[in-house]
């Protein structure tokens, strides 16, 4: 019921920027906390950010704390991820999460030389 569609990663040199949105439909966007996840080839899925509502309260992770933002605009019902200072470690497929267990489909963001 619930579907979230994100936009496009790619490849971004290290100390690059990437931003990645999530756009939301089949729900009311702006009653549901959403959140960031990755997955690393080898790794388990870790969640990145989340971001409360009315985007009040915000999560990072250690790992991106001070080089990603979390960010929503409920008008148009998209969340975004804006990812700095990209390190080869934030390599991974990024997901977004909504309610009821909804997932996007997962972008790929390969942060190399």
């Known amino acids: 019921q619930v579907q979230l569609v994100e936009s496009v990663g790619g490849l971004v040199q290290p100390g690059g920027s990437l931003r990645l949105s999530c756009a939301a439909s089949g729900c009311t966007f702006s009653s549901y906390s959403m959140s960031w996840f990755r997955q690393a080839p080898g790794k388990e899925r870790e969640l990145v950010a989340s971001i409360s509502t009315a985007g009040s309260t915000i999560y990072l992770t250690a790992a991106v704390k001070g080089r990603f933002a979390i960010s929503r605009d409920n008008a148009k019902n998209t969340m975004y991820l804006q990812m700095s200072s990209l390190k080869p470690e934030d390599t991974a497929v990024y997901y977004c999460?909504?309610?009821?267990?909804?997932w996007g489909q997962g972008t790929l963001v390969t942060v190399s030389s």
């Open positions: 999460r909504g309610p009821s267990d909804a």
